[in-house]
Nanobody, 116 residues
């Protein structure tokens, strides 16, 4: 499975961005799709995940502001980010987990910078 992220960039505090991740290859095996981020000087952390059954999980710091969605063909996952603040500045990584094997794939990362 190959993952390509897009949609990162610079945004002012209070603004919005949408990240997209396009998956290719053996996408029919994908179970969970999601986003993680790595803030400067911090470890990688959960942002949001969505399973093939529709279960959604969010990191505490983004609940109520970010929304994850995916297309039914399991070829793309999206992250809608609202009310961004400088603490959201990070490299955002797309992640998928295959069913049964639990093999994990990562995208190359998309930089999101929130600054005035």
């Amino acid at each position: 499975v190959q993952l390509v992220e897009s949609g990162g960039g610079l945004v002012h505090p209070g603004g919005s961005l949408r990240l997209s991740c396009a998956a290719s290859g053996n996408t029919f095996k994908i179970d969970v799709m999601g986003w993680y981020r790595q803030r400067p000087g911090k470890q990688r952390e959960l942002v949001a995940t969505i399973s093939s059954g529709g279960r959604v999980d969010y990191g505490d710091s983004v609940k109520g502001r970010f929304t994850i969605s995916r297309d039914d063909a399991k070829t793309a996952v999206f992250l809608h980010m609202n009310d961004l603040n400088p603490g959201d500045t990070a490299v955002y990584y797309c992640n998928v987990v295959l069913g049964f094997s639990s093999v994990t794939y990562w995208g190359q990362g998309a930089q999101v910078t929130v600054s005035s």
